[in-house]
């Protein structure tokens, strides 16, 4: 079980010689099963990058796939209309998430935003309304509501005693779901979260969905996580901003690392 990110920054791709290390591909990422359909988060900018790599590799493992919606803000379903795979009528691809999904897709691939309606293309397109765990094969997916505007799911994925929980997009709020998070967080190999806001914005953008990488730390703290992700880097943070922010996570939390474009987490435990 790897996980692979294809994108990691929040809100907008906003290139600059500053920002190669990190990449700026709004949230994708995959994780990775031997001999497991596909299994993809949020459909983000980097989406584009994962369905480039699939044609070139000439689409193994792509006649399903399985993509699971943080939340339908821009920066994670911008790369739909991009993604290579949709154009192949072999592909039949579940997409998971919150109620609205057929709506938001169908109002975002219509004339005049795209030349091609979501109805028009060739993949087979089957929707899931998610509110409780789902089990794909061996592979169980938990959503977890999360506390941001229009709402938010984290996903716990666990597979033969391995856990990784994709919480983006998340600010603590004090109450039920800072418990829901911890409880779903509890024991993990891997948590990747959102670590948008440097503690220096933190007051200024209160209410706007996020969090620093200090709520990363406190809950990788809390739940005994193995590793920890650093998620959803804001658009106008610097390279070294980004790794400014990473330092600062190590000091309390050594196994801390910001996520870039092209990283493999490996998730394996010694037999
Ligand atoms: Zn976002």
Redo the contacts with the bound molecule.
Sequence with gaps: MDVVFWGAR??VPCSSKQKITYGTN??CLEMVFSDHERIVF?A?TGLVSLGNHLEKLGFPNCDRIHLFF??F????VQGLPFFKAVYRKETTLRLYGQPGIETVFSSQMTAPFSPVPFEALPAKIEVITLDAPIALGDVRVTPIPLN?PQG?YAYAVEHRGRKILYA??TEPDGGPMDASLLAGARGADVLVM?S?NAVEELEQRRGW??SSWVDCVNLAQKAGVKKLILF?HDPFHDDEKVTQKQRLAQERFPDSFCAYEGMRVKVSREP
Excluded at 73 to 76: A, L, N
């Design positions: 929040g809100s709004t949230p949020d983000g943080s939340h803000h821009w920066d994670h941001h938010c983006t997009d959102d948008n969905g996020h959803h």
